[in-house]
């Protein structure tokens, strides 16, 4: 059950974000807002899949990575590099309110603050680790765009050959920066098999990564028919 659930989901958003590739920029700044606000209320979310356990924020977080793919695919340089530093901006503005809403004196509605303060009452040390961790964003941008310059300057400005390779080696680049920063900041000297932590979620990361590339080309085909 869990497997279907985590990866209907997972589908479900892709798909989104294939078809908001065609509607325009705006449309992937809605979905990413939501996919970052999504993540973080279900990153404490623990849930088995194929014997090995998986935050269900993790699963959704990854698909930031196919967001960023699709607008330096598709728009204008640097326009990545803007949704991502909005993408911090979001988090940062969502941890805040979040801390400032706990620490009120609630006058009613007890059952629904205790909820909310054991949902969002994290460390100091993890809420730094996530925002921190997610420059592996700016890592995954950065590759991908020198991979397309690459392709461009082979290919005579045609940019086709090579997209599998490019949104797969960028992300495999970029989510393995934010899975070491964020566990090395959140859990070093806290669990004994750190490494083997890393390296299982990097694993699970990459299998996303993989799953994720058949979307990519999907919304190269839904833009292609948009523009005929």
Known sequence: MNEIVA??????????????????????????VFIILASNVTV??????????????V????????????VSE??????????????????IMFWVYMFLSINTIPSGGETAYEAMEALFSTTARITVAA????????GD?????????????KSKNDVTPGLWFRNMASTFFGQSINT???FTIALYGVVPNLLSIVLSAIA????????DTPFLYWARRIRENANN
């Open 7 to 32: 990866l209907s989901t997972f589908a479900l958003l892709c798909f989104a974000v294939a078809y908001a590739a065609r509607l325009g920029l705006k449309h992937l700044y809605v979905l990413s």
């Open 204 to 211: 699970i990361k990459w299998a996303i990564a993989v799953l």
């Open 74 to 91: 598709f728009f204008e340089e640097n326009e990545a590099y803007k949704l991502a530093i909005t993408n911090v901006v979001v988090q």
């Open 141 to 153: 941008i950065w590759f991908y765009e020198w991979l397309l310059g690459k392709s461009r300057k």
């Open 180 to 182: 070491a920063v964020f």
């Open 59 to 70: 699963i959704i977080y990854s698909i930031i990575y196919l967001v960023t793919d699709v």
């Open 44 to 57: 404490g979310i623990q849930v088995d899949m194929f014997g090995t356990a998986v935050s269900l924020g």
């Open 131 to 138: 925002l921190v961790a997610s420059l592996g964003a700016f």
